[in-house]
């Protein structure tokens, strides 16, 4: 009898070994998937960075110099660009900058109004 116990002890040590062994196999099977969904994972982020990179690189190859072909043929960004070059008097903005542009042009302080700095970089 004393046998028989000690044989059904040792018996139930092997079974929670192996259930054990089972669990560790188990899990370490599921962590094998994990890391593989990772894996993939992070190869369609790198897919799609590359993409998105390459895509980039295109658009500011042909994107900068279209978009400054068109700010070299805009007549708004001209005036703009002649305001915050030095003629930046109300009476270039108020009249049309006939006003403004004849007085930078001549070199000469348009003494009758104020600059108007505010209202430029408010633009």
Not at 1 to 13: D, G, N, Q, R, S
Not at 73 to 88: N, V
Request: with cysteine.
């Amino acid at each position: 009898m004393l046998l028989t116990a000690i044989l059904k002890e040792k018996e139930a040590e092997a079974d929670a070994g192996r259930k054990a062994n089972e669990e560790a196999l188990a899990r370490i099977a599921e962590l094998e998937k994990t890391a593989e969904a990772h894996k993939a994972q992070a190869k369609a982020s790198k897919m799609v960075s590359e993409e998105l990179d390459e895509d980039c690189k295109w658009l500011i190859n042909r994107g900068i110099p279209l978009l400054a072909d068109f700010l070299m043929a805009s007549e708004e960004l001209a005036k703009y660009m002649f305001e915050l070059g030095g003629a930046t008097y109300s009476s270039g903005r108020n009249d049309d900058y006939a006003g403004g542009k004849a007085f930078a042009l001549e070199g000469k302080p348009d003494n009758d109004f104020e600059l108007i700095k505010e209202d430029c970089a408010g633009q």
